[in-house]
């Protein structure tokens, strides 16, 4: 079957860093572009980053912009995409998740096609 596995979550103090990886499972994702959300307690999920199939083209949310990097390398045998977390605030605490699509980039997780089970990241003192 043809999932996504995201890994790398835990408990970071408020200015720390955490690195999430995603990966598929059943599929490679050199041709998908990939996508970060999250949401928290009673609220809707929201778009973190995404990235293209190719890497040329990358999004970020206002709110995580110059702290989170996302990346991808498709010349590895396995590809994976991570997001690289810092200056983590408390308003980062979430279930983050991975997403993937074959088509273009969009921050409705509607059109996302793939989603993995997501990794609880929580930034407290």
């Known amino acids: 079957q043809m999932h996504l596995e995201e890994s790398g979550g835990g408990l970071v103090q408020p200015g720390g860093s955490l690195s999430l990886s995603c990966a598929a499972s059943g599929f490679t994702l050199n041709m998908y572009a990939v996508a970060w959300f999250r949401q928290a307690p009673g609220k809707e999920r929201e778009g973190v980053s995404c990235?293209?199939?190719?890497?040329?083209?990358?999004?970020?949310a206002e709110s995580v912009k110059g702290r989170f990097t996302i990346s991808r390398d498709n010349a590895k045998n396995t590809v994976t995409v991570p997001l690289q977390m810092s200056t983590l605030r408390p308003e980062d605490t979430a279930v983050y998740f991975c997403?993937?699509?074959?088509?273009?980039?969009?921050?409705?997780?509607?059109?996302?096609?793939?989603w993995g089970q997501g990794t609880q990241v929580t930034v407290s003192s």
């Open positions: 997403a993937a699509t074959g088509r273009s980039l969009s921050p409705d997780p509607a059109h996302w096609d793939f």
């Open positions: 990235i293209s199939s190719s890497g040329s083209t990358l999004y970020y």
